[in-house]
């Protein structure tokens, strides 16, 4: 089981992003999937979840509004469109797939996430 993650990079203040998880060893419809993002020094933190057919998401209160998942079960990614940045937006943000029925997870490798000021 593999998650690869992609799409970070180095945007200025208000760009924009588009961060993808493609899954290798599983099929994402039967998980639950999402993003966590890591600041400098801080813990992991919740970014946003979509669960079943991509009916149901959930955001952290911080990037509602600017930031939206969703899922693309032919591909079978998970991908997190990232819109008007913010330097506080800047960590290495990770994916994962959290399966519904038993609660094991998988975790993708991280992507470098950087927005200037």
């Known amino acids: 089981v593999q998650l690869q993650a992609s799409g970070g990079g180095l945007v200025q203040t208000g760009g924009s992003l588009r961060l993808s998880c493609t899954a290798s060893g599983l099929t994402l419809n039967s998980y639950a999937t999402g993003w966590f993002r890591q600041r400098s020094g801080q813990e992991r933190e919740f970014v946003a979840a979509i669960v079943w057919s991509g009916t149901v998401t959930r955001y952290t209160n911080a990037v509602k509004s600017r930031f939206l998942i969703s899922r693309d079960s032919a591909k079978n990614t998970v991908s997190l469109q990232m819109n008007s940045l913010e330097p506080e937006d800047t960590a290495v943000y990770y994916c994962?797939?959290?399966?519904?029925?038993?609660?094991?997870?998988?975790w993708g490798q991280g992507t470098q996430v950087t927005v200037s000021s």
């Open positions: 994962y797939a959290r399966a519904i029925t038993t609660g094991r997870e998988y």
